[in-house]
């Protein structure tokens, strides 16, 4: 079983452009989270998402990031207009539906920087 | 969620027991204590989780105490490669975001 799979692995955008994001869940696993890790900082939650629902989008910046997870293919976390601050570690985790929610597993991360 | 308390970093030598303390005293009666790690550079790790029994699994065994206010995680015979950042987290056993804290910094020295 394959696990969480992020890519790409590293981006480099240049500031006002785009980044967008993509984890692909493990099998079974309808739940996707998004986590952000800022140089020398914890990890922090951004958004919560089940198939096509945005659960829990408490830690989303109110401007330039959306996320969704469609019904076929990958999540996808969307930066537009980056900016500096913006470069840090996306963590993307997934969880099964039923059975143990609350075990999160985490893919390999996507390390955005913006020149 | 509960908050808790971790020391920032520990040493153990390679092939010792580490043992990484918490501190939950808030922790209400339907909360579990999980605990995470990360390697440097790489996602986080679950290791275990418990409710007031103590645990174990391949990676790790966790005590927590009769009053559930604190917690230890043990890695039994620690190697290089247990050099991580260790996160305790307290939290109910639905699905949900993860709270992380600033975690233990374990350093495994030969």
């Known amino acids: 079983n394959a696990g969480v799979m992020q890519n790409p692995r590293h981006l480099v955008r240049r500031r006002g452009q785009e980044a967008r994001l993509r984890c692909s869940p493990m099998?079974?696993?309808?739940?996707v989270y998004w986590y952000r890790q800022l140089p020398e900082e914890g990890l922090k939650f951004m958004v919560y998402l089940q198939k096509e629902n945005i659960i829990d989008e408490s830690g989303m910046p109110k401007e330039r990031f959306s996320a969704e997870f469609p019904k076929e293919g990958p999540s996808i976390l969307r930066i537009q207009q980056v900016v500096r601050g913006d470069s840090a570690a996306y963590f993307c985790?997934?969880?099964?539906?039923?059975?143990?929610?609350?075990?999160?597993?985490f893919g390999p991360g996507t390390r955005l920087t913006v020149t | 969620d509960a908050k808790t308390t971790q020391p920032p970093s520990m040493d153990c030598a390679e092939g010792r027991a580490a043992n990484l303390p918490c501190n939950h005293s808030t922790i209400s009666g339907n909360e579990y204590v999980y605990w995470y790690r990360q390697i440097h550079s790489q996602g986080p790790q679950y290791i275990i989780h418990?409710?007031?029994n103590n645990e174990t699994n391949e990676m790790a065994s966790l005590i927590i105490t009769e009053d559930r206010k604190s917690s230890t995680l043990i890695l039994p015979h620690a190697t290089l490669r247990d050099t991580a950042v260790y996160y305790c987290?307290?939290?109910?056993?639905?699905?949900?975001?993860?709270?992380f804290g600033q975690g233990t910094e374990l350093s495994v020295k030969p």
């Open positions: 985790a997934s969880s099964p539906e039923g059975g143990r929610p609350y075990e999160q597993y």
């Open positions: 418990g409710l007031k």
């Open positions: 987290i307290v939290r109910n056993n639905q699905g949900g975001k993860l709270i």
């Open positions: 099998k079974g696993h309808s739940h």
